[in-house]
């Protein structure tokens, strides 16, 4: 029986921790000239759509090795989580914006633009949505986790939107989701580890 409540859960909590960081990305977006407002939600889906895949792919090396090789990828997301943690400390200056800058620069299509970016930024959801995919790997539980992603892909483009002309609560966001994200990422790798070696 599929445990609807734990997929949930899960798939919310990856899809926050693995997107926090993309928040101002958006609002950037949001508040140039060059995207209008459905190229950016079209290109972030577009984005968010292409990691789903990678991850998928990604997921499917798991049914021909060994059963403990997903368990093993509770490893990744706590390693991203280990970065994270250390760079925040640090406290380094993002390349975001030149990234931004970057793709702004050349000619393609508004939407096209915006997808390229959330790909280049997605290093950290496809390190999280692979080990879940691997986990939960039935068609229904895998129908599910797409849906809350692409669900939470609408809610992420409003909040920002929304932000846009609040900055100063996405700035309180950002430094809450900075200190608290590591921790999660970490805290999720460790419960596919403990769900798959001693469950």
């Known amino acids: 029986m599929v445990d609807f409540f734990s997929i949930f859960g899960i798939g919310i909590t990856a899809f926050i921790a693995s997107n926090i960081d993309d ?10 000239l060059r995207f209008e407002a459905r190229h950016i939600v079209i290109g972030q889906f577009i984005g968010i759509g292409v990691l789903i895949i ?10 021909v090795l060994p ?23 640090r ?22 633009a915006v997808s390229g970016i959330t790909i280049a930024n997605g290093g950290d959801d496809v390190g999280v ?10 068609i229904v539980e895998v129908s599910t986790l797409v849906a809350i ?11 920002t939107y929304y932000f846009v002309n609040h900055p100063v609560i996405a700035t309180r966001i950002k430094r809450i989701g900075d200190i ?18 001693f469950i």
């Open 149 to 159: 992603f692409m669900g939470l892909t609408v809610v992420w483009c409003a909040l």
């Open 129 to 138: 949505f692979t080990p879940l995919f691997a986990k939960y790997n039935t």
């Open 23 to 32: 928040t101002f990305i958006l609002m950037m977006l949001f508040s140039t």
């Open 180 to 197: 608290t994200t590591p921790f999660v990422l970490i805290g999720l790798g460790l419960y596919i580890l403990a769900d798959a070696l």
């Open 54 to 63: 990678i991850s998928t792919l990604g997921a499917l090396i798991a049914f």
């Open 91 to 112: 406290n380094p200056i993002t390349d975001n914006n030149k990234t931004i800058q970057d793709k702004k620069r050349q000619n393609l299509i508004p939407f096209l």
């Open 67 to 89: 059963p403990f090789f997903i368990a093993l990828m509770g490893l990744i997301p706590i390693a991203i989580g280990i970065k994270r943690l250390l760079e925040y400390k």
